[in-house]
């Protein structure tokens, strides 16, 4: 049995009723149920027999609470949303759950019912709902929460300058399109009926007409279509640079001026087919290129809409009041409800709960995230409310130093695009040049024939393929990696893959999952296990790495501290001098000798201050359930793997055990691994680097490619050239296999487009082939590298995993 309203399965023993047209129907759930018997109750029930699609299941509709719609009765808020002319007020709105045209009918009945409406008119194509009321009759927040008894969101809409230009610009690249396509079917036909085959019975003065009708079909598609084409043309004689613009606008104005002095004069052949041909195909490949470059930004818009547009800030007293995200300020705590999102990166002070962090990460597991973890702006909590502390806000949160990256790696352009610019540039140059020469040796043995062959030349030899090739694999490739949740900040990311030959680890927070927890407090002196630990935190509480989440929360404050990469952290607590960290390094600030190492297979710590060692620390850290699958893809391409830490405890030796890694060192400062990586660059080694920390920074920026983890620091995560967003290794081999792919397909278009033009040059030269033939062939192969490109925007298997988009 399926509900009523919105036609899902009514579950066995769950029985909602409410009586529509006379009969009782069965519902899904007291939502449809409570939408049902709103509709009735306003007589609108008519919407039952108008409606072709079932409604939206209420419950899955997003559930504003009442005190964030009365956000939208303030002033400030309604300054920028809202247009006002005296006492009436007007908005446009963005609906969500409409199915059919009967939602239309309902939702403008409703709303015109109500006290205070003035309009209500909705526009089914963009879901955008006019809405106009006197404010002194109803408010706002009444008006949104008539929308959703009846089973409807409403959020106000405000057009993103962006997002606008974006969508005039396709709209016009369509328009364009669609007009050299309508004509140059029209124009074909007018064209081939004056072919010698076709030209039966016709008598010369229908076929002056049809040249004349040819012509004037043709005008729209080279004064209108081709538009960009010209434009782009004038721009590179500006700066005097060479691009398949100007061979394309040479080549479409040559063959219309040709057709034009055939049409007027009845001599030589009409081209104006080969005109419409030309720029259909050629505005095609270029569609097809905004898409992909599209497909691949919308991962970034996406992104940029993750932020509430509100939350709750909690003050002294406990008590909880809605604000606007721009009213946050660093240091308020938030209570964070169930299925709400992250409104800024912040510190767990209370509570437990499973966090989704998939639209960042690509991770579809939820994340269980518990007092003193860091939660990111932008994810989702789960099932249990939080307390937060707001520690970074707008530019500032992971999420835009995310979008930062990712805008930063669809800019850059690795070498091998750089080098199919260069070899369009020459190309272009060189097919003027021989173009030219080719016309001169034809004008003085054939001159007929000369402006034919110099036409069939120009557009037979345009590097559209050539200049495609590349950045079309490229944003396509990006992209899809960023779905894997690899994100490339740097563009010679994908080329350098292929060359790499070593691959070195950090072990912490890399090889493990960087979440340690303290097993053990083995006091050495005159403190207690508790004291030790509450100085531990005090000092830890200063330090990014992840080693420092076990010690819990500090109930002390620390001073004067300071972060040694790969030794530890030295301060004052209570006035007291300690260190913590490398133990060699923590004993030499008393002079004392190094304690006794227990024999543990996790991590071992030493705290101490100026009168000798106080205490073991013992941390355990589990590895990563695909660090092992990393290393053998790793070995398996034959790459040499080495395992370089700043740990010095047995850990490290039961790491590489466990991973099958023969070389592994420990105890390393930051230096040590740099010239360790000097050492194997020198030898002539491409480096590969996944790393975490600070310390791993320079090793980071140093290596042929870094990788930083996503829970990296910001240091680490600036200094790589991409970054594991979900922490998930899995999805490096995955990168390496894409890699792979793509720079096939690089090579397969430079390939393909190298010798077509390299072919074509001759035979046109030759006047083997016309201009007819030359615009299908050059149309086709720029079709051919655009669509062997977006190839690489499929996953193998549909993808490990799928990020959701609620």
Known sequence: MTCYHCALPVLTGQRFTAPVLGETRVLCCAGCQAVAEAIVAGGLERYYQHRSEASSNPQALPRPLPDELLLYDRADVQANLVRQDGDTREITLLIEGISCA???????????????????????????????????TVE?????????????????????????????????ALRQLGVAGLLWFQAMMATMATWPEFNLDLTPELHSILRWVAMFLTTPIVFYSCAPFFKGAARDLRSRHLSMDLSVSLAIAGAYLAGIYTAISGQGDLYFDAVGMFALFLLTGRYLERRARERTAAATAQLVNLLPASCLRVDAQGLCERILLSELRLGDRVRLLPGAQVPADAWIVAGHSQLDESLLTGEYRAQPRGVGEHVTAGTLNGDSPLTLEVCALGQDTR????????????????????????????????????????GLLWWHWEPARAPWIVLAMLVATCPCALSLATPTALTAATGTLHRLGLLLTRGHVLE?????????????????????????????????????????????????????RAFGPAQHAADAVHNLPSLGLAGHVEGQALRIGAPHWVCALSGAVLPHLPQSPGQCVLLGDSHGPLAWLLLDDALRSDALGLVRACQARGWRTLLLSGDSSPALAQVAAELAISEAQGALDPEQ??????????????????????????LLAAADIGVAMGSATDLARTSADAVLLGNRLGALPEAFALAARARRVILQNLLWASLYNGLMLPFAALGWITPLWAALGMSLSSLTVVLNALRLTRIPGGGPWRPSTS
């Open 399 to 438: 999420l835009s130093a995310i979008i930062r990256l990712l805008e930063r790696a669809q800019n850059a352009k690795p070498r091998l695009a750089l080098i199919a610019d260069r070899a369009a540039q020459v190309f272009v140059l060189c097919s003027l040049l021989a173009a030219g020469l080719v």
């Open 140 to 172: 706002l927040s009444r008006l949104l929460q008539a929308l959703r008894e009846i089973g409807y969101a409403g959020h106000p809409w405000q057009p993103d300058q962006a997002n606008l230009r974006l969508a005039a610009d396709n709209r016009r």
């Open 673 to 698: 691994k740099l010239a360790r990586l000097k050492a194997l660059q020198a030898e002539g080694r491409r480096v590969l680097v996944v790393g975490d920390g600070v310390n791993d920074a320079p």
């Open 496 to 548: 350098g893959l292929k060359h790499i030959d070593t691959v070195i680890f950090d072990k912490t927070g890399t090889l493990t999952e960087g979440r340690p927890t303290l097993r053990e407090v083995i006091p050495l002196g005159r403190l207690s296990a508790a004291q030790c630990l509450q100085w531990a935190a005090a000092l830890e509480s200063h330090s990014e790495h992840p080693l420092a």
């Open 102 to 136: 009967a939602c239309g009918w309902l939702i403008e009945k409703h709303l015109r019912g109500l006290p205070g409406v003035l309009d209500a008119q909705l526009n089914l194509a963009n879901q955008r709902l006019s809405l106009a009321w006197v404010a002194a």
